[in-house]
């Protein structure tokens, strides 16, 4: 029973960071415009597309030397302080690379984000990291949403007007 005990508590910090998903690798340097590129790409839209429906943010300075993170090997629970749905790891050396992921702790699917960046050891980063590029999503309101409003403000004020006439 005490071996049990000792094995679970020895094991239990890899549990608390799940890995987020490696969805694609990317065998270039690309600048900024490449970047997106890769996600619409990957998305499936047009680059005008992702600029209306994603905000997409560089973050450089936390791997600048002096920083925690400067010549990272991997990311364990980075957290870039806002809600993100895809992040572009880019790697320095003789051959850079760039490794697109998904915040979905593992699980295939973006609801169980947590929107910490955990790329584990397997993907283990032989240079250290450049920096990363997340894409989030713009909480530009819907059309039908608008839509929705703007009737029951015409139904408010049709209501009101008629109620003030019989007055």
Request: no cysteine.
């Amino acid at each position: 029973m005490v071996i049990i005990s000792v094995l679970f508590l020895w094991t239990a910090p890899v549990w608390s960071s799940p890995v987020d998903s490696l969805v694609e690798t990317i065998y270039s340097n690309p600048n900024d415009e490449g970047e997106k590129t890769i996600f619409a790409d990957y998305l499936g839209i047009t680059i005008e597309q992702l600029n209306l429906a994603y905000i997409y943010t560089k973050e450089e300075t936390d791997f600048e030397e002096g920083n925690a993170y400067y010549d990272a090997k991997y990311l364990d629970g980075y957290d870039p302080g806002f809600a993100w749905e895809y992040a572009l790891v880019k790697v320095d050396g003789p051959n850079d690379y760039s490794y697109l992921y998904m915040d979905d702790n593992g699980s295939s699917s973006l609801i169980y984000g947590d929107d910490l960046l955990t790329t584990g050891t397997a993907a283990h980063f032989r240079y250290g990291i450049s920096h990363v590029s997340f894409l989030r999503g713009n909480s530009v309101p819907e059309p039908q949403t608008m839509m929705l409003l703007g009737t029951g403000l015409i139904g408010l004020a049709a209501f009101g007007r008629r109620k003030f006439k019989k007055d």
